[in-house]
């Protein structure tokens, strides 16, 4: 069946605009995570949504980072004022249950701040 | 907060030699998941460890978890060119099961 699937697969924008990533999970899957990569790094946690609310957002960097998922299904990441140390690789999971399951995870989506 | 180190953080092998990465955590864990990611790529669910001393196998690789739960090891035996990849530990503590991931281990093979 079809995996995770984030649009767009890259994005260049200009430091200090605006910019949305969007996550489609596995059908049925009820959770869904953000993690950000950067080179050489393991992917760090940013959020995790059980349903329709966020189960937990500690590890959002600050509030110009927020996500939504309004539906339970597809997830949008937003990020305002975009600075230059934003820019990593987006990556979304989904999981089953999200308790202990495996995450799978979309192809990301990588991110330039310039 | 929970951290999860990974050594080492680079290996070079020739073709037919043996690997292992090992995982250490700050805290003691609910489960730890290995997953693998080929460069370019993203990462890939391997297995799951859950029970304390676990011991898992899948062809030439093998997974430990440690008595303490708080360390695990991937070896591989006999390396392939297609061992390719990092390999990320990632650990979930505290009830939340939300996996906290090494900075893993990026494994070379020279054929």
């Known amino acids: 069946g079809a995996g995770v699937s984030q649009t767009p697969s890259n994005k260049v924008t200009e430091k200090g605009k605006y910019v949305e990533l969007r996550c489609d999970p596995i059908s049925g899957h009820t959770a869904l995570y953000w993690y950000r990569q950067s080179l050489g790094q393991g992917p760090e946690f940013l959020i995790y949504f059980q349903g329709t609310g966020a189960a937990d957002d500690s590890g959002l960097p600050n509030d110009r980072f927020f996500a939504v998922r309004p539906e339970g299904s597809v997830s949008t990441l937003k990020i305002q004022r975009t600075e230059r140390g934003d820019s990593a690789v987006y990556l979304c999971?989904?999981?089953?249950?999200?308790?202990?399951?495996?995450?799978?995870f979309g192809n990301g989506t990588r991110l330039t701040v310039t | 907060g929970q951290q999860v180190m990974q050594i080492p953080q680079y290996q070079h092998v020739q073709e037919g030699e043996d690997f292992t990465t090992y995982c250490n955590s700050s805290?003691?864990?609910?489960?730890i998941q290995w997953y693998k990611q080929r460069p370019g790529g993203h990462p890939v669910f391997l297995i799951q460890l859950v029970k304390s001393g676990e011991v898992k196998k899948q062809k030439r690789l093998t997974f430990q978890f440690g008595e303490a739960k708080k360390n695990s090891s991937l070896h591989i035996t006999a390396t392939q060119t297609t061992d390719v990849g990092t390999y990320f530990c990632?650990?979930?503590?505290?009830?939340?099961?939300?996996?906290?991931f090494g900075r893993g281990t990026s494994l070379i093979v020279h054929p």
């Open positions: 999971a989904s999981s089953s249950t999200g308790w202990g399951s495996p995450l799978h």
């Open positions: 805290t003691t864990l609910s489960n």
């Open positions: 990632a650990g979930g503590s505290g009830g939340s099961y939300i996996p906290t």
